[in-house]
């Protein structure tokens, strides 16, 4: 900014917030139009046919026996209509559009990584798998392969045909060292040893070790990746990071404005659609995700009906911003829906390379500081609930006897003094012999976290810790945790079909970046247990060593976990319509267009539903909870 | 505005959570200043700082013991919850939250003070320097001219193109910004203004004849410059400062407000300004710190137009 004008005087001083606003505005908008020609980039596809491999024909085994499922309830509605646009938003434009890589990672990566479609789906209700790109799929007799029969209608969004060949690929290219993806790299290897081709139509995935079925379908499955677009090489990373790859889901993405918005557009008769389980889902021609860096502007946005959802998990949303007239007259609705379903890990994640979080009595000192139930109880109005460990919801594989440590002076007292803290200074913060404070920086990325986290600072204070509060936009502090040179991150994974160790705390992964073993824990004896539970077969088996690695995990004290929300809570204009049973046992967000995305956009209600407010005609208010799934 | 900065300074015997005075089995005790001490000290079941405010009722009723608190007994990070009901509350006597609480529980009150104090501490030392700096060297653009003067002329003009804005982003996304380095890295961006002004004026006073004169009886550069020219141009100084202190509060301010300021939970305006705009159903946190940043704005604009005029040379100087 012009510094001029800055030293000498007389600003008026919104005008000099206006001035920093346009200023961010005007570069965006130059950085975006310089994008356009990278964006639209239609390079002819074939010319990479003559560097590809050629894959060898294998002979199917005999005796198969294919399965399928074509039985299960579908979950979406007959009444669905198709069309509309689905208007939603981000918090930071995504920093890649590569869903792996460097900086792939990010929140957006959930959009992308909906439309790469696998080879099974799992049913949300019945937890039974059931087709999507593979019609039918069979066991070797070795217990660690799986045959797939794929869709033969199945296309990419360019037209092209999906065969066996973007299989094979999938894994040639999870392998390279050109797309610097260590953990995929990992996976592609040890976990998944190869992929064979019988015909175009025909694949099997053989696996490092024997698992039961019901997991082998999970474990060595794969998603295809379009062999007719990628050129892989060192420069892979660069000039793939804009570039809009073909996809096997309903949606393409078609118009990407840097630093502004994302927008998605229906494939034309997408092959899903003869799918039972996928029918009737996906139901807006247009999703256009705009950037709002500020969930309170989202909320103004939301409210003048230029976004047609929004959440409302957030207590202070859901008791006091979501009522008024537009709530009252039935304009906006809301819905609480209660799922069941594995809990993301929200809480303190510690990285035990720093010096003084290396010691096991200061991290546990540090747990038994942090006064999670005041948090809950006060700021949080008791909507949360306090989770208990990192896997929570995995059904047997989570250890019930595991409680989380609470908020105990005493205890605390007890294992800082052991570490060497022992007295205060005039500040009430301990110091040690050497007169170092016990203090500790926290990296949070959510201006909407900052009460949780003042709350949590001024009790730590209490047991003589030091919180210094980072607040960074998302996705500088997760590049931030990544490059592991955070102390604590307030952060939480999301959540997969069984618990996994191996990238949260295998030592493989540790003391390098761009793994997600963000506590850099590196214990031999926890790699032996990790490895075997890798490697078992027997589902008894791997559920007692999970119960054991979340145990000596949770001895490790690394990880503070703080709460979950086993439920939904969203508000949306009356022109949003849903099932009958509204979600389903495992949904997310209701009305998340690229999740499981039953909903629908009714066009003529939207007109109807303006007018009225137009015209103040009202409508009932509506505010529906549905307890179909809830546990207790 | 000098009685407001007077009590700034004693903020701490005025709105504080730590007693101003404590007397406990005949010793009396001064918590504001000497530092942390533990509930067990005074017989409480904690070993953490007391809370004086559970002191007050714990010794009432004894005559022996007693607690002097501050007219407002709140810091400005203590989060405090009511019984049964959740964080805004509203202004309250009853509570002695004069202005309520923001949506953490903290005390407006205590935030908008402490937050002021911050505030124009960081403006003042940000002149200081800025005019430290931009006088010398356009002093010296102006006494020297020449080819000095155009290379700093060029250099000022590249340095002000440096946008500074980005310059905090980068920095808040890589350090937690301090007080020292928010004021270190205004000084870096922000010390070129003052230099045109002063470069003009002293061009302006070089060419006066007193100073001719006082060359012509020999008299040297340090001369020349400390005793005849500066102190002629201390009315463009003097008349600069009070707009370069509201400057200086409403960069801290705009800063805080969009998240690169200093970091939380430091009492800071801006940051009471975005709670109070993305919580306008708390209306008592914006009008607060909106009516606190307004008075003491137009205070600060008073005092300059006032300082203005008293150094306006039309009223004191005729010209031929």
């Known amino acids: 900014m012009s510094n001029r004008n800055f030293s000498t005087c007389k600003i008026n001083w919104i005008a000099f917030y206006a001035f920093l606003w346009l200023l961010v505005g005007c570069s965006e908008q130059k950085e975006s139009e310089s994008t356009v020609s990278t964006v639209n980039d239609t390079e002819s596809n074939s010319y990479l046919v003559e560097i590809l491999p050629s894959y060898q024909n294998e002979l199917l085994p005999e005796g198969l026996r294919w399965e399928t499922n074509n039985s299960d309830p579908i979950f979406s509605s007959n ?525 003529n209600l939207k007109l109807e539903t303006l007018a009225a407010r137009q015209e103040g005609i009202s409508y009932p208010a509506v505010t529906i909870t549905d307890t179909t799934w809830q546990v207790d | 505005m000098l009685v407001l900065l007077a009590l700034s300074i004693f903020a701490e015997l005025l709105i504080n959570n730590r007693a101003i005075l404590v007397k406990y089995d005949g010793n009396y005790y001064f918590p504001t200043y000497t530092g942390f001490i533990a509930g067990t000290h005074f017989g409480l079941d904690y070993a953490y700082e007391t809370n004086y405010r559970e002191l007050k009722k714990h010794f009432s009723g004894q005559s022996e013991n007693w607690v002097l608190l501050p007219p407002i007994p709140y810091s400005p990070f203590e989060t405090n919850f009511l019984e049964d009901s959740f964080p805004p509350y509203p202004p309250s006597i009853d509570d002695q939250h004069y202005l309520g609480t923001d949506i953490t529980g903290r005390d407006i009150l205590a935030r908008l003070a402490y937050g002021f104090r911050l505030a124009i501490t960081f403006s003042i030392i940000l002149l200081a320097c800025n005019y430290l700096i931009g006088i010398a060297i356009g002093c010296a653009m102006g006494f020297w001219g020449g080819a000095f003067d155009l290379l700093f002329q060029r250099l000022i003009e590249i340095w002000s193109n440096v946008p500074f804005l980005y310059v905090i982003m980068i920095v808040a996304s890589v350090i937690i910004p301090s007080f020292w380095t928010l004021a270190f890295i205004m000084v870096v961006f922000g010390w070129m203004g003052m230099t045109w002004y002063m470069r003009t004026a002293t061009y302006k006073e070089k060419a006066r004849e007193y100073v001719e004169a006082a060359k012509a009886l020999g008299a040297s550069n340090k001369r020349m410059i400390f005793r005849h020219i500066l102190p002629n141009t201390v009315s463009i100084i003097v008349t600069f400062i009070p707009f370069s202190i509201a400057t200086g509060i409403t960069a801290l301010t705009a800063l805080d407000y969009l998240g690169f300021g200093l970091p939380p939970p430091t009492p800071s305006w801006g940051e009471l300004l975005s709670q109070g705009t993305s919580n306008l159903q708390a209306p008592w946190i914006v009008t607060s710190v909106v009516f606190a940043m307004t008075i003491v704005l137009l205070m600060v604009t008073y005092i300059g137009e006032a300082v203005r005029e008293a150094f306006d040379p039309k009223r004191f100087t005729f010209y031929e």
Do not use: C
Request: negative net charge; hydrophobic residues 35%; glycine residues 6%.
């Open chain 1, 79 to 603: 009444e669905a209509k198709r069309g509309g646009t689905f208007n939603s938003w981000i918090l930071s434009f995504p920093l890649t559009l590569r869903t792996v890589g460097p900086d792939s990672n990010g929140s957006f990566a959930t959009y992308t990584r909906a439309n790469n479609l696998g080879l099974v789906g799992i049913h949300p209700n019945t937890l039974d798998y059931y087709p999507v790109l593979a019609t039918h799929w069979a066991f070797g007799d070795d217990g660690r392969t799986v045959y797939y029969r794929l869709n033969e209608d199945a296309t990419w969004s360019d037209g092209e045909p999906v065969t066996a060949d973007d299989f094979m690929f999938a894994v040639d290219f999870m392998r390279s060292e050109h797309i610097v993806a260590p953990w995929y790299n990992n996976h592609y290897t040890s976990v998944i040893v190869s992929v064979s081709k019988y015909d175009d139509h025909t694949i099997s995935i053989e696996g490092a070790t024997a698992k039961p079925p019901e997991e082998m379908l999970n474990e060595y499955g794969l998603s295809p990746i379009p062999r007719h677009f990628h050129r892989l090489d060192e420069n892979w990373v660069q000039e793939y990071n804009w570039r809009l790859a073909p996809t096997t889901g309903a949606y393409r993405i078609s118009i990407v404005e840097k630093g502004q918005h994302v927008e998605f557009q229906r494939n034309e008769n997408w092959w899903g659609d003869n799918n039972h389980y996928l029918r009737n889902r996906y139901n807006v021609d247009t999703i256009r995700f705009t950037v709002i860096r500020d969930m309170n502007v989202a909320w103004e946005y939301f409210l003048r009906g230029e976004l047609d959802s929004f959440p409302l998990v957030m207590p202070s949303f859901w008791h006091e911003k979501a009522n008024g007239e537009d709530f009252d007259s039935g304009y906006i609705q809301k819905i609480k829906f209660y799922t069941d379903r594995p809990q993301p890990s929200y809480g303190m994640w510690m990285n035990m390379d720093d010096p003084i979080l290396g010691n096991l009595n200061i991290r546990l000192g540090i747990a038994h500081a942090i006064n999670v139930e005041k948090m809950l109880n006060t700021l949080l109005r008791g909507d949360y609930e306090r989770l208990k460990m990192q896997f929570e919801g995995y059904g047997d594989y989570s250890n019930p006897s595991i409680q989380p440590r609470e908020f105990d002076l005493l205890q605390a007292d007890n294992y800082l003094a052991a570490a060497g803290f022992r007295d205060r200074g005039p500040d009430a913060i301990r110091v040690n012999e050497d007169g170092q404070r016990l203090a500790f920086r926290v990296v949070y990325g959510s201006q909407e976290h900052t009460p949780r986290l003042v709350l949590l600072r001024e009790e730590a204070k209490k047991a003589g810790i030091e919180l210094n509060l980072q607040l960074l936009d998302s996705s500088a502090q997760f590049k931030q945790i990544l490059e592991k040179k955070h102390q604590i991150a307030w952060m939480g994974w999301s959540t997969g079909l069984v618990p996994r160790f191996w990238q949260y705390y295998h030592s493989d992964n540790a003391h390098i970046p761009q793994t997600n073993n963000i506590t850099n824990t590196d214990d031999p004896e926890l790699d032996l247990l990790i490895m075997r539970y890798r490697e078992s077969k027997e589902k008894n088996e791997r559920v007692l060593l999970a119960h054991l690695l979340q145990r000596m995990t949770h001895d490790a004290g690394a990880y503070i976990p703080t709460y979950k929300v086993p439920y939904t809570r969203e508000a949306y204009w009356r022109w949003l319509k849903m099932p009958k049973h509204f979600g389903t046992r495992t949904t997310d967000t209701i009305f998340n267009p690229l999740g499981e995305a039953l909903f629908w956009l009714d066009e």
